[in-house]
């Protein structure tokens, strides 16, 4: 602004000092032309009444250096001209001041020399014999005055320009300082000229304007940061050109990207062509989609384009970890052909038994075999029926009447009801501990606490033992069984899983023992823990 205000400031101080100059020196010359020209009338007076009484006499002593006098006849013929021989002259009738003359008795005119550097003056007067009289004068012309004075303008205009500069300079500071001192933080309490007072009341409006917007902004932006790193789903804004825009904390885990990705361009995260086509779709058709494996979980990109009008602005990536669903699913289909193959088993065995019954092949001493056959198959095909009941509705989260449950006289309680079959196996079972009491679902922990000790009855190896410990709001099963292998400890709680076949079938279990134990201590928000050692035992513990 300051050099603005310098160089308007120098170029009105130039044109004005030239129009200046060019005003003076007009009106200068036209004064002194008119002067001229008055002058040359009054010689002219003089010469014409010495003409007419003298004659050539006294045009021939006539002393001019100055002017020059020239005597023309009626004809134009030159009479007499104080400069030149006359005879040597042309005609002067179509002279403009003669033929002026002449008619009005005076005639005037101005001629300018081809190199525009001299003007000549003409006055001319009529005699009383009808002659004609002509004075004239020659001075240099404005332009050749001006071309003659052209070091001294130089010079002035140097001199005057240099110090407009000099004012100008100290001028636009001197304006410019207080707008540079000004508090646009407090704009109201500027001390300033009066011309720009709206402005700073307007810049004072806009200034709460924007501070209300920026909080907003910053509020907006602050719930917008705490949703998206809250979020279980990566998410990600990507621009029309693919860079990140904005990235989540578990987005940043699942691409593995550095804490920098933020302006990169997304394919430089992740390279893969699924991912790579997917963003592809969704800028280009509006949707893309894709699924990918990080660190053994799976998960599904959902791509959305975002638009402003027909501009399309950037795209939107939801990355939701499916790992639970497709296990899920798997489970499901699993335990589908599961239940079909285990509820086929016994069902198969009854009706072989019954058309065998049926068909009279079977022997009278041998009937009651049968029948017993039909039975135990019948009774394990309830108590699979009853098993997958149960699981049923612990997985759909039924809630159930709660009441306080003692567990270490539940424990002795279930102790009674295995105790023929562990004397069977000469199994001891042992309870002990100070116990506790919890509020929860009596018939639940019931049958939590049935299948852990029954699997400890079952696996174990004849005259081994079942130590039951209850205290500080834990239980745990020690028994000295044929133990699990480290391979197999994971999928123990899954359900129909066996880590050994032919011993499970020859025990009776359902397969579903376990995965009850374990939707029943989620189902009261407890926590499980397995340690075994196979060939001497396993230990189970509940901590509650």
């Known amino acids: 602004m300051t050099s603005r205000i310098f160089r308007s400031t120098v170029f009105v101080a130039a044109v004005v000092l030239l129009c200046s100059l060019g005003i003076v020196m007009g009106i200068l010359y036209n004064h002194f032309s008119q002067v001229q020209v008055q002058q040359l009338k009054d010689e002219l007076s003089l010469a014409v009444t010495g003409t007419e009484q003298y004659g050539n006499a006294f045009l021939e002593n006539v002393e001019a250096d100055r002017f020059r006098i020239t005597w023309i006849d009626t004809d134009g013929t030159v009479l007499f001209d104080t400069q030149v021989d006359q005879t040597a002259m042309e005609n002067h009738a179509d002279r403009e001041e003669i033929r002026d003359a002449f008619h009005t008795g005076f005639g005037s005119a101005v001629r300018t020399s081809t190199t525009l550097t001299v003007q000549t003056f003409y006055e001319a007067q009529k005699l009383q014999d009808g002659t004609v009289l002509r004075i004239s004068t020659s001075q240099k012309s404005a332009w050749a005055l001006m071309m003659g004075m052209l070091w001294p303008l130089v010079l002035i205009v140097i001199l005057s320009l240099g110090l407009s500069a000099f004012l100008a300079r100290r001028m636009a500071r001197k304006i410019v300082e207080p707008l540079n001192t000004l508090d646009l933080e407090q704009p109201l309490k500027n001390d300033v000229y009066e011309e720009i007072s709206p402005l700073l009341h307007r810049i004072h409006r806009q200034r709460n304007q924007i501070a209300v917007q920026v909080e907003e902004l910053r509020r907006k932006t602050d719930e917008f940061g705490q949703i998206t790193e809250s979020m279980q789903e990566g998410l990600v804004l990507l621009s029309s050109e693919g860079n990140i825009l904005s990235i989540n904390p578990t987005a940043k885990r699942l691409f593995n990207a550095p804490d920098d990705c933020t302006g990169k361009n997304f394919l430089t995260v992740d390279r893969t062509s699924v991912v790579r086509a997917a963003v592809n779709d969704a800028l280009d058709k509006g949707r893309g989609f894709a699924r990918i494996n990080r660190n053994g979980r799976d998960y599904q990109l959902d791509l959305s384009r975002i638009q402003s009008g027909a501009d399309i602005v950037g795209a939107v990536v939801l990355a939701f970890d499916i790992t639970d669903r497709l296990n899920s699913e798997q489970m499901r289909r699993e335990f589908s052909a599961n239940v079909s193959h285990e509820l086929k088993t016994p069902l198969q065995g009854i009706i072989g038994s019954a058309e065998l019954l049926e068909s ?78 919890l509020s929860g679902v009596r018939r639940i922990l019931y049958e939590m606490l049935y299948n852990l000790f029954d699997n400890a009855v079952k696996y174990n190896i004849p005259g081994g033992s079942v130590d039951i410990h209850i205290e500080h709001n834990r239980l745990t099963v020690l028994d000295t069984g044929i133990g699990i292998p480290a391979e197999h400890r994971e999928r123990v709680f899954e359900r129909f899983y066996r880590v050994d076949k032919s011993h499970s079938k020859a025990s009776g279990g359902t397969g579903l023992g376990l995965s009850i134990v374990k939707h029943a201590v989620s189902y009261h928000n407890a926590e499980i823990a397995l340690e075994s050692t196979p060939g001497k035992g396993t230990a189970i513990t509940i901590q509650f």
């Open 360 to 437: 009279g092949m079977v022997k009278p001493e041998d009937t009651s075999r049968f029948v017993g056959h039909i039975r135990k198959e019948a009774s394990r095909l309830v108590n699979l029926i009853e098993d997958i009941i149960r699981l049923s509705q612990l997985d759909e989260g039924v809630e159930l009447p709660t009441e306080t449950v003692d567990m270490l006289a539940l424990a002795e309680e279930v102790k009674k009801v295995l105790k023929p079959s562990a004397t069977e196996k000469n199994v001891s079972i042992t309870v002990s501990g100070e116990g506790f009491s």
